[in-house]
């Protein structure tokens, strides 16, 4: 059902683009496209990043102010982000809809939950990096949630606890999250593509030029701005939050970090077992090789879109030297070798040669020597409903035999040439979109093989006229039905035109896509920034005053903290036999008025107190930290006392 629509949406975005410019079944090329912008960009602003903690926000701030490249990379970046996310997503949603993760898929499946994360991670740590107010309330938030993890948690948060604030070591920590990863999602890039031979890593030219254009236009007219310095000594207000990107924090925010990382864990588990879950192979499904009839040419092991065939080296006694070899586990059984062996040393288990050519040829004994135009149509079954074809054919479905395929990669050129001999008068092969074929290349293959510019190709000498080529997908049957009625009368009058087809992109079409393209990109961008450039949230409850404790000390400890008379928290820290050192990191909400806060400390048989006198005031927030044995208080003094 929901395949069916990806598939009809698809369909119809490719009426507007044409197979070959529709970006939906390109979503994953110009994610790959939007790396390459952000690793780009992200290195021009990297030469213009201060890490000395007073510059860092102004290196970033006024970038616009001095250069018109540093403007036009940070909008870059920050626009390029956004719009990778939206692809991203399109292309999960689109693998996950098309059953695109199962058998030899599971690498790429998991590797691309392994990206997807890299990226979200990217998102958060990337608007860090200005050091405005926004960066603040995102730390905070993120430094939260870090704090809940036991053990090393505290320790995390407290490193980024600093006496001013921002210092000079948080910057280059923060950059470092930043810049490293990336180095590690190239590793990840490698595992996605490992098992696709040929992947296709670049859209199509012009959406490359739409999409760049869109991003530089979006650069240039919304420059990228930061928000007001942060000062960690208060609690940011309510600030704009990128929707897209942001997002993680404001579930961390909503969720609380323990119920936060619970739903997070289960989601990336339950993410990445899909192709267990869902795909799991029941059947031996895997193409069969018959080593009797293998010559060693190599062309299924070239064609195969997973790489799961290799070729063997035999003894020299043998007749030929090499032979295929079947890695059963990564076959996903798309078939599309089938089309490229010539020798007959191929079968699909779930759809036999043997059953193809019977079906065929018993069509062809009752109506071969027919007056009238037999036609034999090789059709993918993700491309046609062939019943649905079939009861509507009327009375063109005399003389007219479908032949289910698995892909119209399958297709062997040579049946082809069979057919026409034994007296079929035309043949047609129906496959899949250009993008959209469920075996990666297998209709790119079939047309190859048609028009001889891919081996085993058609004979040249058959009539190329008598052989017909259709894109189509489910939801146009009626598309298919009227091209076989046309067919079948060119065919019985041997006239009349029709113009075979081949894949090229026809210049208005390429124009259409092209500014289709353009406008869809700077109107995402300047809708999502829009919308969040409205959408202010307050990440922290900034009425309110705060209190962190953040003392790294032996332990087993106990902190409590009291107002008046009041106990705010009473908490045992013991030691969890890592030599009894360990970090202490509390964050507590004091009302606005909240006065003579009283933070004790047991270590041991030590025991220190402070006293915070107050009122803390809204927005204000005070660390508490242990220096040469005594607690001292540090953002008090900005109260103005
Ligand atoms: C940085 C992020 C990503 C990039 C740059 C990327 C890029 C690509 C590209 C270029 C392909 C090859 C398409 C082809 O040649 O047919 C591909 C395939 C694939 N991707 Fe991604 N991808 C990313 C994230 C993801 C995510 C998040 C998932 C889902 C969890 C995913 C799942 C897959 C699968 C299953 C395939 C194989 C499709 C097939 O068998 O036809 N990818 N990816
Ligand atoms: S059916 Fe053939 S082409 Fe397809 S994955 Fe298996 S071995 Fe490769
Ligand atoms: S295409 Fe056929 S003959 Fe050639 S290596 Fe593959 S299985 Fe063997």
Redesign the pocket.
Known sequence: MVESIVRSTEAWADRFFSHRLNPLPQA??I??LL?TVLTGSGAILFLYYSVEFKEAYRSVAYLHDGTIIGALARGMHRYSADL?FLF??L??LR??F?G??GE??WR??????G??L??IYQGVTGYILPWDERAQAVLNVVLETIAAIPGIGPEIANAFLTNDGISTRKVIYILALHLVPPIV?LG??GF??QR?R????WPQKPLIVAIVLGLVVCAVLLPAKSLAPADFFTIPGPVSYDWLLLSPVVFMKSMGPSAFWITAFMAIVL?AS?PIILSYRKSDDYVRLDERKCVGCGLCAVDC??AAIELDPLPPEEKHPLMAWIDEKRC?SCGVCIGSCGFDALDMPLRKCADIRLEAETFLEKNGSSKGAPIIIYACKNALDINEVEENMGADGFETVFVPLLCAGQLYTGWIEEDLKKGAAGVMVIRCGW?SC?G??GATFAENRIYHERKPWLRKRVPLEKVRLVSCDKNRSGHVLGLIKQFKRWLEKDSGTFQSEKTAIPAPSMLVSTTIVLLFTTGFIYFSNMLWERWEYALEDWNKGRVIVSLNSPKPARLKVSMKDKLLIDKRFFDKGNGGRGTIYEKIAVDSLASDILITFHSGSKVSKTLIKGPIGAGRVVVVREKAGKLIVEGYKNLGE
């Open positions: 994953g090329a994610v790959f790396l990778i991203a997503l292309h999960m693998s996950f098309l695109k993760h030899g898929r790429s499946w998991l590797s691309g939950t990206l997807l890299f990226l999602a990840f890039l996605h593509f696709l040929r992947p296709k890593i993410f899909v879109p997973y996903v993008n469920a990666r290349e």
